[in-house]
Structures are given as structure tokens and as C-alpha cells.
């Protein structure tokens, strides 16, 4: 079997650090065995994690889907140590993680849906993540970055479930789009939404991150949502509003308050999720004929058109990564990342 320098020491160290999130509010450092993996499981060592919306609202006890403890972490870019019986991928390679666990047979995943699997495990989520040093993954859920940084390798996943509701909603050049919230998925989508020849409107109640969206994505428009939102999405759009809305806040009173801004025909894509039940005004939406939908995860053809874009240097990585820590000090630094002010967009932990 093909070892790498780092497999060459692997089985004299057979314990390894990782961190669980024991409950909201409580982080810790641990260490365990290093995992065996089964008949059709790759032994990964993992190189850079995304910390995502979904890490901090575990952290706080506010997502959906959850319980504790939990080892987050799914945003992965690996390099995979020990491999069997792969046609193509080998000891060394440097693979992207897709963590939707799909069970492949499933009404959905028989229609090629396997981002929203009747059985499916997110890791961090529903199971544990990789926010440890070395993890087992199935081949099926690897796809293979060769000509990435192991940086860019980690916003691929956010960036996927950007272009999957891009897809979702069938976006056509030249529409006028609104996306509300200017953290990592919204300017992924805002940033993707651009080069399929959308007009941008970016919408957030933070000025730092709507500076952001305007000045390194380039978006066309900047709406801080406290000051009279609607009358300016009609004023940019020429009172047509926006035909697509794309909400990446997962906060009620904005998810709530999208139908607004949306034209007559139009579509509103809630790609943010909330614990909360909701509640729209029924006269309202269906008076414009309106089509909701929902976008969860991403598919593999997400990942590889990301991968894709990334490769062109089309997206502007350095400055998206604005805070990077060693693994060993994650978890004096997750609390700070909570706050607005320390003008976090995306952070990353390096091991």
C-alpha cells in the first residue's frame, strides 16, 4: 500500500488530538485512538477546517438538528493517508470532504437529491466532524482538489451551497437578485450569482460586511436592512423589485420579511436555516404567484463546478479567510469569532 511520510509515523503515535463541543458554550481538547478504517474508507489527515455558521450556532445551542457532545467541523480539505481498492485516488492525494452522508437508495438519492437524503448525516452535525486530526471517510464522499491550496480547499463546501441555490433557482443573466445576509454563504452566493451575470443587491443590518460585499465581491448594490430596505430595493430596481430573493441569514424576522422584496413572479430561496416556525402572509405571496424553495447542502456536481471556479482564481480567497489559528488554539479564539465587531467572514484552523 503507498504511505506518505506522514502514514510512516502514524502507527507509532496511535493517539491523536481532537476537539467536542461537550455543550453549548463548552469546548475541549481531547485525545483518542487513531480510527482503523473499514472496507471502502479512506484514513484522512486533515489539513485546514472552515469554521461555519453552523459551528457557532452549535457552540450556542441554536441549531437545528443537533445534540451533544458533538465533534464539529465540515467544512475539511485532507490529504488521505491510507486508501484500498480506489480506481483512481491513492495515498497523498489532496481530496475535498463532501459531509452529507447519503445512503445512496433513498427516494431522493435515487433522483440524484442526495443533499437532501431521507437518512441524511451531516458531518458535525448529526454525526461527528472532523475537528480532529485524522478522521475515516467513505470513498464515495471524497473528490479529489490537485491544483488547490488546502486553504481553498476548505471554502468549497460553503461556497457549493451557494451554487446549489444558484441552481436551485434557475438564475438568469441579467436578473436583478437580493441576498439577504453578508456572511460566507451569502457572499459566496453574491459572488457566483455575478459571474452568471446577475445584478446584485446585498442586504445585511452589519455596514463592515456590506462594505466587504461591495468592495472585494463587487457587488452592484448595499442595503443596510434598518434603514427603509424596501423602498430602496424599489428604487434600485425601478419598482420591479427583485425576481429572485435568496435569504442566507437563517434569522426569523429576516426569512419572514423576504416575500417583500421579491417582483411579481418571482422567487424566494431560503438557503438559511432556522429552529422557528414561520409565517408568511398568504395574500401576499400569492398574489405575485410566488414559488418558495428551499436549498439544503450541495450535490457533487456543486462541489466540482466550484473546484472549477477556484482553479481560475475567481473568487477572492485570501481575503475571504480573514482569521487563521493553529488547531491548538481554536478554542480560546471561537468565542471571540461570535462577535460582529472582530469582523470575522471566515474563519479557518490550520493543522
Given at each position: 500500500?503507498?504511505?506518505?511520510p506522514?502514514?510512516?509515523n502514524?502507527?507509532?503515535?496511535?493517539?491523536m488530538?481532537?476537539?467536542v463541543?461537550e455543550?453549548p458554550g463548552e469546548l475541549?481538547?481531547?485525545?483518542k485512538?487513531?480510527?482503523?478504517p473499514?472496507p471502502?474508507?479512506?484514513?484522512l489527515?486533515?489539513?485546514n477546517?472552515g469554521?461555519?455558521?453552523?459551528d457557532?450556532h452549535?457552540?450556542t445551542?441554536?441549531?437545528a438538528?443537533f445534540t451533544?457532545?458533538r465533534?464539529l467541523g465540515h467544512?475539511?480539505?485532507?490529504q488521505?493517508l491510507?486508501?484500498?481498492?480506489h480506481?483512481?485516488?491513492?495515498a497523498?492525494?489532496k481530496v475535498?470532504?463532501?459531509?452529507?452522508?447519503?445512503?445512496g437508495t433513498?427516494?431522493?438519492c435515487?433522483?440524484?437529491?442526495?443533499?437532501?437524503?431521507?437518512?441524511?448525516?451531516?458531518l458535525g452535525?448529526?454525526?461527528?466532524g472532523?475537528?480532529?486530526e485524522?478522521i475515516?471517510v467513505?470513498?464515495?464522499?471524497?473528490?479529489?482538489a490537485?491544483?488547490?491550496s488546502?486553504?481553498e480547499?476548505?471554502?468549497?463546501?460553503?461556497l457549493?451551497i451557494g451554487?446549489?441555490a444558484i441552481?436551485?433557482?434557475d438564475?438568469?443573466v441579467?436578473e436583478?437578485i437580493?441576498?439577504?445576509?453578508?456572511g460566507p454563504?451569502?457572499l459566496?452566493i453574491?459572488a457566483?450569482?455575478?459571474m452568471m451575470?446577475?445584478?446584485v443587491?446585498?442586504m445585511?443590518?452589519?455596514?463592515?460586511?456590506?462594505?466587504?460585499?461591495?468592495?472585494?465581491?463587487?457587488v452592484?448594490?448595499?442595503?443596510n436592512?434598518?434603514?427603509n430596505?424596501?423602498?430602496k430595493?424599489?428604487e434600485?430596481t425601478?419598482?420591479?423589485?427583485?425576481?429572485?430573493?435568496?435569504?442566507?441569514?437563517?434569522?426569523?424576522q429576516?426569512?419572514e420579511a423576504?416575500?417583500?422584496?421579491?417582483a411579481?413572479g418571482?422567487?424566494y430561496?431560503?438557503?438559511?436555516?432556522?429552529?422557528?416556525?414561520l409565517?408568511?402572509?398568504?395574500?401576499?405571496i400569492?398574489a405575485k404567484?410566488?414559488?418558495?424553495?428551499c436549498?439544503r447542502?450541495?450535490t457533487?456536481?456543486?462541489?466540482?463546478f466550484v473546484?472549477?471556479v477556484l482553479?481560475r482564481?475567481?473568487f477572492p480567497?485570501?481575503?475571504f479567510?480573514t482569521?487563521?489559528?493553529?488547531?491548538?488554539?481554536?478554542i480560546?479564539q471561537?468565542?471571540e469569532w461570535l462577535k460582529p465587531?472582530?469582523?470575522?467572514?471566515?474563519a479557518?484552523?490550520e493543522?
Open positions: 500500500m503507498p504511505k506518505t506522514d502514514m510512516a502514524l502507527h507509532s503515535l496511535p493517539m488530538n481532537y476537539i463541543c455543550k475541549k481538547l481531547k485525545q485512538e487513531v480510527p482503523t473499514s471502502h474508507e479512506a484514513l489527515q486533515i489539513k477546517i469554521i461555519c455558521g453552523t457557532l452549535a457552540y445551542g441554536n441549531q438538528y451533544y457532545p465533534i467544512e475539511l480539505a485532507a488521505i491510507e486508501i484500498e481498492d480506481p483512481t485516488l491513492k497523498g492525494d475535498v470532504v463532501m459531509p452529507y452522508m447519503s445512503c433513498c427516494i431522493a435515487r433522483q440524484g437529491k442526495t443533499n437532501c437524503c431521507q437518512h441524511l448525516e451531516v452535525v448529526h454525526t461527528d472532523g475537528m480532529q485524522i475515516t467513505s470513498h464515495d464522499f471524497l473528490i479529489p490537485p491544483q488547490l488546502y486553504q480547499m476548505a471554502i468549497v463546501e460553503p457549493s451554487a446549489h441552481r436551485r433557482s438564475l438568469q441579467g436583478f437580493a441576498v439577504m445576509g453578508a454563504i451569502g459566496g453574491m457566483l450569482a455575478q451575470g446577475a445584478t443587491i446585498a445585511d443590518i452589519n455596514d463592515q460586511r456590506l462594505q466587504f460585499a461591495q468592495e472585494v465581491i463587487g452592484d448594490h448595499t442595503i436592512v434598518a434603514s430596505p424596501l423602498a430595493v424599489q434600485i425601478d419598482h420591479d423589485l427583485a425576481t429572485a430573493v435568496f435569504d442566507a441569514t437563517g434569522n426569523r429576516a426569512l423576504g416575500p417583500q422584496f421579491m411579481h418571482g422567487r430561496i431560503l438557503v438559511g436555516l432556522s429552529k422557528d416556525q409565517s408568511f402572509n398568504h395574500p401576499s400569492h404567484e410566488a414559488t418558495l424553495m436549498s447542502n450541495a457533487r456536481e456543486d462541489f466540482q473546484i472549477k482553479e482564481q475567481a480567497t485570501e481575503a479567510i482569521h487563521m489559528v493553529p488547531f491548538g488554539q481554536m480560546t471561537f468565542e465587531e472582530s469582523g470575522v467572514i471566515k479557518m484552523i493543522l
